[in-house]
């Protein structure tokens, strides 16, 4: 039950654009369109921003967008804002045996 | 509104065990799978376990199979996890967790277990 890849820092200037991979596969990333990301501050719980690999819930500002392409997901920031620096991780389901993986986490720098 | 309170997590020594609860409210908590997900002290989230809708159906990370046990309570609202031999390796904040589309939407504070002797 390896974790999903993903790189341990991002960073963007204000105003520009960020993505986030998360590297898996094919029995997870690439096998089902269940990859989710989520937002988590210091000491705080996640928040979920996107999930069924592209979708957000109410509430998550357009500005954050997920895709994937085989065995790798992507989550795009775009217009950063100050409040965007946080520790991002992406999650896939991986078959029954091994319902759900967390990636390493991402800490993303607004510049 | 959607709640999730945890309670019960604490300092017990290697070996022993403790039971975490999650008190859910704001949503029909019968009718959602809900899950614990462990993140240990500067490092990444890491799913443990969940639980079908109709306690029917449980599912554990390989690490605490036989060790932990998820249970529910849809009469009063209540998410348990039961940890026995814990180890030091377990030390983390502890959190439940609603499930929906294969994913986590609603997150409890969590709650600190630390194995040390």
Not at chain 1, 3 to 13: I, M, V
Not at chain 2, 24 to 34: E, P
Not at chain 2, 37 to 63: C, F, T
Not at chain 2, 86 to 97: G, H, K, M, P, Q
Request: glycine share 10%.
């Amino acid at each position: 039950q390896s974790a999903l890849t993903q790189p341990p820092s991002a960073s963007g200037s204000l105003g520009q654009s960020v993505t986030i991979s998360c590297t898996g596969t094919s029995s997870d990333v690439g096998g089902y369109n269940y990859v989710s990301w989520y937002q988590q501050y210091p000491g705080k719980a996640p928040k979920l921003m996107i999930y069924e690999v592209s979708k957000r819930p109410s509430g998550v500002p357009d500005r954050f967008s997920g895709s994937k392409s085989g065995n790798t997901a992507s989550l795009t920031v775009s217009g950063l804002q100050a409040d965007d620096e946080a520790d991002y991780y992406c999650s896939s389901y991986g078959g029954t045996n091994n319902p759900y993986i967390f990636g390493t986490g991402t800490e993303v720098t607004v510049l | 509104e959607v709640q999730l309170v945890e309670s019960g997590g604490g300092l017990v020594q290697p070996g022993e065990s403790l039971r975490l609860s999650c008190a859910a409210s704001g949503f029909t908590f019968r009718s959602y799978w809900m899950s614990w997900v462990r993140q240990a002290p500067g490092k990444g989230l890491e799913w443990v376990a969940n639980i079908k809708d109709d306690g029917s159906a449980k599912h554990y990370v390989d690490s605490v199979k036989g060790r932990f046990t998820i249970s529910r309570d849809n009469a009063d609202n209540l998410l348990y996890l039961q940890m026995y031999s814990l180890r030091a390796e377990d030390t983390a904040v502890y959190y439940c967790a609603r499930e929906a589309s294969v994913s986590w939407d609603y997150w409890g504070q969590g709650a600190l277990v630390t194995v040390s002797s």
